[in-house]
């Protein structure tokens, strides 16, 4: 237990109090957040913004530079989505409601995906976070061993290639629920499963317990907008 302890505690023993008050501030205003948008209620965004605008900050003095572009792209998305579910649709004065994606919508989401996947390659390979003399199946081969090595110092060499896939399918994943999308909980739910170990494993404690709390709430919320469209049906 005092391991599993040491292991949570040990990253912040070298921070600064403000760095992790702001940390848990940040965690704390992501889950209320998550769970006005599980309630389908407009607060979803502000709480949203303090909580990414703060994570900005924090990721930046932590060097996760595909975490930092996911939450500038959060911000800016929270403010897209703010006007997109404030919005009057029809002379009803009716607001933009709940609803499935079409294949032109699957398409717009992978194609989110692809851009955001290729373009955090591109620039962790630039500042070689990801090895940038490797060809592609050599980059492939070096994931793969750093991520199955068993060894916790090797697989944190191999993270930024998980990073790849969580920036990507967030981005899309945010997307879809500006559009208020019910597909936005398959994909945050399939992101947060890979992002909790990864935010224990880089040692930011209060965020993976954030993230744990998320794919609750992401569990809870696909559910929630289930019901409500199989009463509208």
Not at 116 to 135: A, E, G, H, K, Q
């Amino acid at each position: 237990m005092n391991e599993i302890f040491q292991f949570f505690l040990a990253p912040y023993e070298s921070a600064s109090a403000l760095n992790i008050s702001l940390e848990f501030i940040a965690a704390l205003f992501g889950v209320i957040s998550v769970f006005y948008a599980k309630k389908e209620n407009i607060l979803v965004f502000p709480t949203g913004i303090i909580s990414t605008a703060l994570y900005v900050y924090l990721l930046s003095q932590w060097n996760l530079y595909g975490d930092l572009i996911i939450n500038i792209y959060y911000t800016l998305m929270s403010i897209y989505g703010w006007y997109m579910w404030s919005r009057i649709i029809d002379a009803d004065n009716h607001h933009i409601a709940i609803s499935r994606t079409n294949n032109i919508d699957k398409l717009k989401a992978l194609g989110i995906f692809a851009f955001t996947s290729v373009f955090v390659i591109v620039v962790y390979r630039y500042y070689n976070i990801m090895p940038n003399n490797l060809s592609f199946g050599e980059s492939v081969h070096y994931a793969y061993s750093k991520l199955s090595s068993g060894n916790l110092t090797t697989f944190r060499e191999g993270t930024p290639y998980l990073d790849t896939f969580t920036t990507g399918i967030f981005f899309a994943a945010m997307w879809l629920m500006a559009n208020k999308k019910i597909e936005n909980w398959t994909l945050w739910i399939a992101g947060n499963i890979v992002s909790i170990p990864l935010y224990f494993v880089k040692g930011y404690g209060f965020t993976g317990i954030q993230y744990t709390i998320f794919l609750i709430l992401a569990i809870q919320g696909y559910f929630a907008w289930k019901k409500h469209l199989n009463n509208i049906a």
